[in-house]
């Protein structure tokens, strides 16, 4: 569409557009893009009307959009003249390609015609083909259910029939071939019409199931004949057959009888044994009467098991004969449990332990406790040299203060101890037959004894109703030999995630004598055990006479009391009940703690406070406290000292886990080796306490005399020497082999005060460590604060490092473990100080590290005793203290 218009100065405006159709333009315009192209660049110029003022500036944009519409015109008509070309070009070509569509079209047309008259055929043919086989398929099938039926009314008959002749192997192949055939076949109607006869009228299911009642009644009547005559054979030959009919659990009811009655047969013998009362005082009587019946119920087990699993399949022993037999063997065990109960007055026996007040250990350490002790070192006689009996000594009044303290116990530890141990005993039977019944009901390897049952009947039947138990002891089977078990672990283990959940263990659970067992462990074994420990232990207490010439001092109270905890804490393993033995275990700490270690505290805290008073004063009774003192600490600290060597020696021999494997499960030893070693918590605590008492006795008897003996030592010692003054000293050290007279005073002085005593002979070679230790520092130390408070020359400061090196040489001469020379360490770098040149400035001083080597600048080291290095023990200002004290430099 055009719009034309004369404007201003006769320049017409021409407006082209596309070609538009009810108000829309015509998208199928060749023209369009190409002129909208051109509007949409120029749009950009166009001009606006509104700020146009003047003529010469709308003339101006007159012209502008003349030059516009012009452009726009011109490409319009481009674009139409190339849009008709293409347009004539595509409807040649479509009129081209009409014919071939049209051709294709009419053969199409024949096609479908002759395609549907074929399929049509294809169609009436597979009809024909599939109605064909499907009477093919139906007249298979009726031939063979004709022939099942045959089979199954033949095999019914047949059955019969040799029922009635009595053959009933032939009546169980019959059977077993009637069983084979398909329950669809024996419940089918056309089964129901033609097997039934006159003769049994009855449908086949109910025939069958007829027949199979009858032969389980005969096979039941004949198998039991068969075991009541002990022939094996014959009760082999029908105990296989129940399975073959179809009777799998009546088959495994009928042996679990027989075997009960095996193993209640037996129990008429354990009755007789339990009634007789000739050997009712026997030691581990009853235990021993437990223990054969867990191993005849272990060899029925071992040889019973391969048969039944061979022939009703693996794992029905357990699900169908053990529940039976571990019923019985509950009633028989619980028999026994009951009868030691009763005799060996277990009731009794509790109420009076339970009654006992161990007064005399809580009066160990008092006043009223140092009557007995006196009484007791009276006896010792001639081997008394010190005072453990003092007469008129405060703390040992002659007459007894606590008469019930020295009461001996109602109760007899022999009789509890024999109870405790067979009680034990009882549940190491319990735990070693438990533990047969989770390897050997669950382990796989039953698959070659129960081939060789099925292979010319090897392992028949057999009767175990021996006449009496007092027969020959039967050994553990092999299957309980640790041997065979740690053989058989590897393949144990893959089986481990599954015992969880079998049935082994459901019957361990459900077993009343197991909840029998442990019922009576945690109430009889426990507090029973415990009580036996600290009673045994109190009369330990009670018997003790130290050996006072015994070098070093020794008591019986120590091998007395470790026998005893390890007699315990053994009993407490053998009887693989991991809580009973956690139970004892904390149990038996308590006991040390209280009853030994606290007691022996006690009775060194009494010594230490009755004999303060006497150390005060010169004079006999200073020198008796002196010799009580050291008797007593001497005795007592030894034996405590030996006893964490002798509990931590136990402790590593009881939780070796090549011993636990014997008692516990493989995944249970970890655990019970971990329970044992928890008591090795008291070790550190000994050696607390043995060395505070040690520094009591150090601070009692020693202290002061070997800070006098120092003191008199350097008495008229000087440092302050000129070259006549050291050359003097010099050559009285040489004719005394170069000791000095401080060191020749020192070291008689030491001797007087630690040897001539003996202190090395009454201490263990530990305790004597810890004694010399104490003394050295203590002489150390007195001779540090003097060394700080003289004065050295340069001469006197080379004597002074003598001393020291000939002092340090001596003492520690007397360790077996040596070690004593950086207790010399303070003096040594003094030495250094006092020693170094004047011209070194003491900041060159390294105060973090100094070697030993450091004191030989200038001197001779012919007294050195090692090279060890010393890390530095003097501060910046004790450095500049020291410095000050040299004179004449």
């Avoid at 002061?704 to 010099?730: G, K």
Wanted: with cysteine; net charge neutral; charged share 25%.
């Amino acid at each position: 569409m055009s719009v034309a218009g004369p404007i201003g100065d006769g320049t017409s405006l021409r407006i082209a557009s596309g070609s538009r159709e009810n108000g829309r333009i015509d998208r199928r315009s060749p023209s369009i893009s190409g002129a909208g192209a051109v509007m949409r660049s120029s749009s950009n110029s166009n001009v606006r009307p509104v700020p146009l003022t003047k003529a010469s500036e709308v003339r101006q944009a007159l012209a502008q959009l003349a030059s516009q519409s012009a452009t726009l015109d011109k490409a319009l008509q481009d674009n139409l003249a190339k849009a008709q070309e293409s347009t004539f070009t595509s409807r040649q070509a479509l009129s081209g390609l009409g014919r071939q569509t049209d051709l294709i079209t009419d053969e199409a047309r024949v096609l479908a015609r002759r395609l549907k008259e074929t399929g049509t055929t294809a169609e009436r043919i597979s009809e024909s083909v599939r109605r064909l086989d499907e009477e093919s398929e139906r007249v298979e099938k009726a031939a063979i259910w004709t022939e099942k039926v045959g089979d199954l009314k033949a095999s019914l008959l047949s059955m019969a029939a040799a029922i009635e002749q009595r053959d009933y192997g032939t009546a169980t192949q019959h059977c077993i071939r009637a069983l084979s055939i398909d329950k669809d076949v024996l419940e089918s109607r056309f089964a129901a019409m033609m097997v039934p006869t006159s003769e049994y009228p009855d449908p086949p299911p109910v025939q069958l199931l007829s027949m199979r009642k009858m032969l389980l009644q005969v096979f039941t009547e004949r198998f039991q004949q068969a075991t009541e005559a002990k022939d094996t054979v014959e009760a082999t030959k029908f105990f296989t057959m129940f399975p073959q009919i179809g009777w799998t659990a009546e088959g495994l009811a009928v042996y679990a009888q027989f075997a009960r009655s095996m193993v209640r047969e037996r129990g008429k013998s354990i009755g007789e044994l339990l009634g007789n009362s000739r050997n009712s005082e026997a030691a581990l009587r009853h235990a021993q009467i437990l223990t054969h019946l867990f191993e005849n119920l272990a060899s029925l087990i071992d040889q019973h098991q391969p048969l039944v699993d061979s022939h009703y399949g693996q794992g029905y022993f357990a699900e169908g004969v053990m529940p039976e037999l571990q019923e019985e063997c509950d009633r028989l065990g619980k028999r026994v449990c009951d009868t030691w109960y009763d005799e060996r007055y277990v009731r009794r026996k509790l109420e009076e332990a339970k009654s006992y007040n161990f007064t005399y250990v809580a009066s160990i350490g008092t006043s009223s406790s140092s009557t007995a002790a006196a009484k007791r070192m009276a006896n010792v006689g001639s081997r008394v040299v010190s005072g453990f009996n003092i007469p008129g000594r405060p703390g040992t009044p002659s007459t007894p203060q606590n008469a019930a303290a020295d009461d001996t116990p109602q109760v007899d530890t022999r009789e509890v101890d024999k109870i405790v141990g067979e009680l034990a005993a009882m549940a190491a039977s319990w735990g070693t037959y438990k533990h047969f019944l989770t390897v050997r009901l669950d382990t796989k390897e039953m698959n070659t004894h129960s081939a060789d049952a099925s292979n010319g009947g090897a392992d028949e039947l057999k009767d175990f109703r021996r006449s009496s138990l007092d027969n020959r002891r039967l050994s553990l089977l092999p299957s309980l030999d640790p041997s065979r078990r740690r053989a058989s672990q590897t393949q144990q283990d893959e089986e481990h995630d599954k015992q969880e959940k079998n049935l082994p263990l459901s019957v361990i659970k459900k077993s009343q004598l197991g909840t029998k067992v442990d019922d009576l462990m945690q109430s009889v074994y426990v507090p029973l055990e415990s009580w036996f420990l600290r009673c045994s232990i109190e009369k330990a207490h009670r018997i003790d006479t130290p050996d006072l010439t015994a070098r070093p001092l020794t008591t019986p109270l120590l091998d007395d009391v470790f026998y005893l905890v390890r007699l315990v804490l053994a009993r407490a393993v053998s009887t693989s009940n991991l809580d009973i033995l956690s139970t004892m275990s904390r149990n038996v700490r308590y006991i040390i703690d209280e009853d030994f270690i606290q007691a022996i505290v006690r009775s060194l805290d009494l010594v230490s406070r009755t004999n303060s008073g006497s150390m005060v004063v010169e004079g006999p009774r200073k020198d008796a406290a002196s010799r009580e003192i050291r008797s007593t600490f001497g005795v007592y600290l030894n034996v405590l000292s030996t006893s964490g060597d002798y509990l931590t020696r136990i402790l590593n021999e009881l939780s070796q886990e090549h011993n636990l494997q014997r008692q516990y499960a493989e995944k249970d030893v970890a655990i019970a080796s971990s329970t044992i070693q928890a008591l090795s918590v008291l070790v550190p605590r000994i050696r607390n306490i043995v060395r505070t008492h040690m520094d009591l006795f150090f601070s009692t008897l020693l202290r002061a005399r070997i800070r006098q003996l120092l003191s008199e030592s350097l008495r008229d010692v000087s440092y302050v020497l000129n070259e006549d003054d050291y050359a003097i000293a010099e050559e009285e050290a040489s004719s005394h082999g170069g000791s000095s007279l401080f060191v020749r005073k020192l070291t008689r002085g030491w001797d007087q005060v630690i040897h001539a005593v003996g202190y090395k002979d009454l201490f263990t070679s530990d305790n004597w460590e810890v004694l010399l230790r104490l003394s050295i520092d203590a002489l150390v130390q007195a001779w540090e604060t003097w060394a700080f408070n003289v004065q050295y020359s340069e001469l006197g400061a080379l004597r002074f490092d003598k001393d020291i090196r000939t002092v340090s040489t001596f003492l520690s001469s007397q360790s077996a473990t040596g070690g004593l020379r950086e207790r010399f360490g303070r003096l040594t770098h003094i030495s250094y100080l006092v020693n170094l040149d004047e011209d070194v400035s003491t900041n060159d001083v390294d105060t973090s590290t100094a070697s030993a080597d450091q004191s030989n600048v200038g001197m001779g080291n012919n007294n050195r005793n090692d090279d060890d290095s010393i890390a530095w023990r003097l501060s910046a200002e004790e450095v500049q203290q020291i410095r000050k004290r040299r004179v004449g430099w």
